[in-house]
Each structure stands twice: as structure tokens, then as C-alpha cells.
């Protein structure tokens, strides 16, 4: 099944080594990237999104701020937060958002296994 996904990061150059990793995955997967937290809110209210994988520190909002929206506007969508800043708070904060947390530099085997968890969870919400 193809599923829609959501890069979020203010450096291009971090949302298109995320593409990378994702396409050489899930080539079949189609992906769309914002810059900020409120253009992935607009992308994530006007089209279907099905998985967010976005960056932690992003001026405005930050990802764990934009997760918890997101999660709001879809409660069922799998969000990882990508970021170097490995701290107990930040991955408890993610899971209180009912975020993943994945470190930087995100390598393809964790990002197979969010997204092998990410398809588990949207297989089993759909009817």
C-alpha cells in the first residue's frame, strides 16, 4: 500500500537526506516537505497525510509543538521527531505527544523501523 508522507525541517539539506533514506525505502511512498511548522499544518489540514517525520528544532515551533498538533488533527497518524539533541526530556516529551523519537544522523535501519511500526499502526486503524 502507498501512504503519504510528511518531511518537516527548516534546512533542505536535512529534508532531502530524510528523502533519500525514505525513497530508497519506500520508493513507492509519496512524499511532500515543508519548511516550517505552519506550512506542515497546512499541507496536514488540506491534504491526506498519513506519516510526519520532522525535525526538533525549527525556529517558531518546535517539533515536539507541531507533533502534538498534528497528532491532534489526526490521532491515529505516526510522527517521529528526528533530532541530535538526545536528552531524557526531549524523548519523554515525544512520547507524551504520542511521538517516535529518532536520532540524528537518522540511519536507514531506525528509520525502516518506524516506518515497518508506522505501517502496523496504519493497517491496523483503517478498517
Request: aromatic share 4%; proline share 6%.
Given at each position: 500500500?502507498?501512504?503519504?508522507?510528511?518531511?518537516?525541517?527548516?534546512?533542505?539539506?536535512?529534508?532531502?537526506?530524510v528523502?533519500?533514506?525514505?525513497?530508497?525505502?519506500?520508493?513507492?511512498?509519496?512524499?511532500?516537505?515543508?519548511?516550517?511548522?505552519?506550512?506542515?499544518?497546512?499541507?496536514?489540514?488540506?491534504?491526506?497525510?498519513?506519516?510526519?517525520?520532522?525535525?526538533?528544532?525549527?525556529?517558531?515551533?518546535?517539533?515536539?509543538?507541531?507533533?502534538?498538533?498534528?497528532?491532534?488533527?489526526?490521532?491515529?497518524?505516526?510522527?517521529?521527531?528526528?533530532?541530535?539533541?538526545?536528552?531524557?526530556?526531549?524523548?519523554?516529551?515525544a512520547?507524551?505527544?504520542?511521538a517516535?523519537?529518532?536520532?540524528?544522523?537518522?540511519?536507514?535501519?531506525?528509520?525502516?523501523?518506524?516506518?515497518?511500526?508506522?505501517v502496523?499502526?496504519?493497517?491496523t486503524?483503517?478498517?
Amino acid at each position: 500500500m502507498t501512504y503519504k508522507v510528511l518531511i518537516v525541517d527548516d534546512s533542505k539539506l536535512a529534508r532531502m537526506a530524510v528523502a533519500k533514506a525514505l525513497t530508497a525505502l519506500r520508493p513507492e511512498w509519496t512524499r511532500v516537505e515543508a519548511a516550517n511548522a505552519d506550512d506542515a499544518l497546512a499541507l496536514a489540514t488540506d491534504s491526506d497525510i498519513d506519516v510526519t517525520l520532522l525535525d526538533f528544532n525549527m525556529p517558531g515551533r518546535n517539533g515536539l509543538e507541531l507533533a502534538a498538533e498534528l497528532r491532534a488533527l489526526n490521532p491515529s497518524m505516526p510522527v517521529a521527531v528526528i533530532t541530535a539533541n538526545i536528552q531524557t526530556e526531549i524523548v519523554t516529551r515525544a512520547q507524551e505527544v504520542g511521538a517516535s523519537f529518532l536520532a540524528k544522523p537518522l540511519t536507514q535501519p531506525a528509520l525502516a523501523a518506524f516506518l515497518d511500526e508506522a505501517v502496523q499502526r496504519l493497517q491496523t486503524a483503517r478498517p
